[in-house]
């Protein structure tokens, strides 16, 4: 006996003309406690969608817990144009709980559904257009645990969407590569999933489209970091665990027999940075990843290896503070905290990607950067880019460059910290014949002997600073994306770039302006972008410090500014209702 | 003729500070052992002993307070050809950078850490440290010191160190034989060397008058429980080597035809990352 007979019914009726449609866009919520498989459920999803031909951009919001709480994961497929960011209203909420349906039945679109197992919709009280299916039932009779309801579910909406089973099943094989018992088991649930979801197939009228593309990624920031900075040469890299920088310490502690790096879990951030510089020092390609808090415990190494001018990368991943903050959530507020951490004065670079393939040739530039200049370089991510998927044709060619390195022998009368026209002394590696390489974090001569003399000591301040010259010329060259044309100028750096790129579209008269480089700031290039346009400001939190820094760079007052600091990203809709509003 | 490993900067410490005798004992032990300043790497925290890398004419790295030792095991692991030496002091190593220290036991990275343990905070101005006793009166412990100090010895073989001694910086010749089979050793090494501190707190004599050698008592180095009770010493003070075990260093597990030391890594030879796709398609 159906016990949503209305709900149902409610579906045909809305459903109700023959005619098939053809679907441009789904967007899908899968929702329930951490444990439940939502991750898998919406990775897999997603991955399938890529495969049948559409654009996909996925993201998700998790608790900082590993069973219970409230998870989702989204997924926003488009046939024709890109998915950069999701809209509000949803198309099908896949609940692996009540909870789940009770919190999104009100954001779906008016012909949108929610699906769930029978159980599930028993307990639901007053739902219009739930579908409900006896998942768990399908699934013991195939022998899988009752957790595979997800997949089920999941299967069950293929089959009404008809999409391809094919396609669905390819994604399952994928997600589980390398656990092939699990595969299989999954790709049966499937099997039987998509079977009783196809019966109800003549109630959703606009149908998936399957025309493969041929191969395409669908990758999250952090993976593009990781991949960015293998690219850039990586050798060496240590981090201590930290939400959401760790899927980067994974992804490269698992490739690193296939890349021949050196991946060390170390006891702390303090050590994870000073491995690094030490490493760095030796002559490796060495970078860290971490997020706010621990960002925090390095900032005292970031001036030593100012000061001993050692190459290192620090990816910070930011996530909402201060303090422990919320650790699973997004915000950009570390942006004046990474151009000034730590004491004293010294060069660094503050680069910020706004998408993954962004974040792949930061990445690497990063390293590039640090190794040409012998400063520190900080790529500020955050847990938006860092873990939201995007679809990419392939990432772009990139490759490393050494800068100024002696290997094998030395000059006689080497010094490590001579003294140049362009800041940079040339550096030789430890163990370079007829040589002793000496760094010292204190203020030291040009052979790295500790010294107080002012006119040295001024002279090797003022050696370290020449350096900007160059790389304020790198900034304004390279510093500002401008997308689009129109009279207001919508200014954003990071992830917002997604976000806004996708609020454009609904948007008329608008030039969007993206700042890639926080540190030096190319103050002339983006005079330029902005010209004389209204000048709006969109960020993730709380004081506008972007904003602030177009004060103190352009000497200028943003004609408005967009802040959001609750832990989530901003809405492609609050950012459109944002110009529209200050548009003059 | 120049003496060995002498950047020429004249040292400037204490008259009858501990550690012109560490200074010594290190060259003569580098000189005995062969090797050229090229094939070392010094690295110092801050203390007095940090200035040793302003004497010893190695390759050097003078890091921040307490975080020598990770400075020096990122150095180890990027190029192990390089002999790794880490001088710390008993602030630097046994208080603010302590996890560092046990941790690169545990993980057995092949450095060599000569710790200047002179029970004192002495470049401050003598305050009272980790390893200061109970009771004693020091600028910061005016009423006298009301902490019971660390064991070292016995924390760093619980930690699971490959290689723990303890030297006395008045016995040189001595000295130089236990860094000698520190560098030797395969793998992590440790010397918690006695360092009296003749400004802030001397207790040159009460060494000297406790001080016995492993050697002479026929200690077996090899055994830990053996190690344990002469850790747990305190009427007497061991000098010699405690413990010694020969297990795999980390850098030899992570290291291998296919994985080169890092910091040799050829840049021109791109990354398989076509392969490494695969999993984002």
């Not at chain 1, 497929?77 to 998915?83: F, P, Q, T, V």
């Not at chain 1, 609020?503 to 330029?528: G, T």
């Not at chain 2, 830990?224 to 075990?245: C, D, H, M, N, Q």
């Amino acid at each position: 006996m159906d016990r949503c007979p209305a709900a149902i019914k409610n579906i045909s009726a809305i459903n109700a003309s023959p005619a098939m449609f053809e679907r441009s866009e789904l967007l899908l919520l899968v929702g329930g406690p951490a444990g439940s498989g939502v991750f898998a459920t919406g990775t897999i999803a997603a991955k399938s969608l890529v495969y049948h031909g559409y654009n996909v951009f996925a993201t998700n919001e998790y608790p900082s817990l590993i069973r219970g709480g409230h998870q989702w994961f989204l997924v926003a497929a488009r046939w024709n144009e890109a998915a950069l960011a999701h809209r509000k209203a949803l198309d099908v909420v896949l609940a692996l709980d009540s909870r789940t349906a009770e919190l999104y039945a009100s954001k779906l679109k008016e012909e949108g559904f929610v699906v769930c197992d029978k159980k599930v919709a028993s307990s639901l009280s007053n739902f219009n257009r739930v579908v409900s299916l006896p998942l768990s039932q399908l699934v013991s009779e195939v022998g899988a645990p009752p957790v595979a309801v997800n997949v089920a579910g999941l299967a069950a909406l293929f089959g009404m969407l008809g999409g391809s089973l094919e396609q669905l099943q390819a994604a399952i094989r994928s997600y589980y590569r390398g656990r092939e018992k699990l595969a299989e088991l999954n790709v049966k649930v499937a099997e039987v999933g998509y079977a009783a979801g196809s019966k109800l197939s003549d109630r959703v009228a606009t149908k998936l489209k399957c025309v493969p593309r041929g191969r395409r990624l669908l990758i999250d920031g952090n993976s593009a970091v990781a991949l960015g900075l293998l690219a850039g040469g990586l050798s060496f890299f240590a981090a201590y665990p930290i939400t959401p920088a760790s899927p980067i310490l994974h992804l490269l502690a698992e490739v690193q027999r296939e890349a021949g790096i050196t991946v060390i879990q170390a006891e702390c951030e303090l050590a994870a940075i000073n491995m690094a510089i030490g490493a760095a020092f030796a002559g490796a390609r060495a970078a860290v990843a971490t997020s706010g808090p621990g960002f925090s415990l390095m900032v005292e190494s970031l001036g030593e290896a100012a000061m001993t001018e050692t190459p290192i990368v620090v990816v910070n991943v930011q996530r909402a503070g201060p303090s422990t903050g919320l650790p699973t959530h997004t915000a950009q507020g570390d942006l004046r905290f990474a151009i000034h951490a730590s004491h004293g004065e010294f060069p660094r670079v503050v680069l910020a990607p706004g998408d993954p393939v962004e974040a792949y040739e930061l990445a690497c530039e990063a390293l590039n950067i640090a190794w040409k200049y012998q400063v520190p370089v900080i790529l500020l991510s955050d847990k938006f880019l860092g873990e939201s998927y995007w679809t990419i044709e392939k990432l772009p060619e990139v490759r490393p460059e050494e800068g100024a390195v002696v290997r094998g022998s030395g000059a006689p009368g080497y010094v490590r910290y001579k003294i140049t026209d362009s800041g940079v002394s040339p550096m030789a590696l430890p163990g370079t014949e007829g040589v002793r390489v000496y760094a010292n974090s204190n203020e030291h001569d040009e052979q790295g002997i500790v010294t107080t003399d002012p006119v040295v000591v001024k002279a090797m301040q003022d050696k370290r600073w020449r350096k900007m010259v160059a790389l304020r010329e790198e900034a304004e060259r390279r510093g500002v994306k401008v997308y689009g044309e129109g009279g207001v100028a919508l200014l954003v750096w990071g992830s917002l770039k997604t976000i806004a790129m996708e609020a454009l579209k609904d948007l008329n008269d608008v030039r969007l302006v993206q700042l890639i480089w926080l540190e030096p700031f190319p103050a002339k290039a983006l005079r330029e972008a902005v010209g004389n346009r209204r000048l709006l400001v969109a960020e993730n939190n709380a004081r506008g410090q972007l904003a602030s820094l177009v004060r103190e760079h352009m000497l200028r007052e943003p004609d408005a500014v967009l802040l959001k600091y609750d832990g989530r990203h901003l809405e492609p809709e609050e950012v459109i209702e944002f110009v529209r509003a200050n548009a003059r | 003729m120049a003496r060995a490993f002498d950047t020429g900067v004249k040292p400037q410490w204490c008259p009858g500070c501990g550690n012109y005798g560490v200074l010594a004992a290190v060259r003569a032990a580098l000189t005995d052992l062969g090797f050229r300043r090229e094939d070392v790497v010094a690295v110092a925290g801050i203390g007095c002993h940090g200035r040793m890398t302003e004497y010893l004419d190695v390759n050097a790295f003078h890091a921040i307070h307490g975080r020598a030792v990770p400075v020096a095991e990122g150095v180890k692991l990027s190029n192990p050809k390089l002999t790794v030496l880490v001088h710390t002091g008993d602030g630097d190593a046994y208080a603010i950078g302590l996890s560092h220290l046990l941790h690169a036991a545990r993980r057995n990275v092949g450095v060599k850490v000569i710790v200047h343990n002179n029970m004192i905070y002495a470049l401050t101005t003598g305050q009272a440290g980790p390893t200061t006793p109970r009771g004693v009166r020091t600028r910061s412990t005016p009423h006298g010191n009301l902490e019971e100090p660390f064991n070292p010895l016995l924390l760093l073989l619980t930690s699971g160190a490959t290689f723990v001694a303890r030297g006395f910086s008045d016995d040189v010749q001595h000295l130089k034989e236990l860094i000698k089979r520190a560098i030797s050793h395969k793998g992590f090494a440790v010397i918690d060397v006695i360092q009296p501190c003749v400004t802030f707190y001397d207790v040159r004599q009460l060494v000297k008058e406790r001080a016995y050698k492993l050697e002479d008592e026929s200690h077996d180095s090899r055994d830990f429980k053996a190690a344990l009770e002469k850790s747990l010493e305190t009427e007497r003070v061991p000098l010699g080597v405690i413990y010694e075990v020969v297990k795999p260093t980390f850098e030899e597990l992570v290291l291998s035809r296919e994985h080169p030391p890092p910091a040799l890594r050829d840049l021109k030879v791109k990354q398989p990352l076509g392969k490494l796709l695969s999993r984002f398609e």
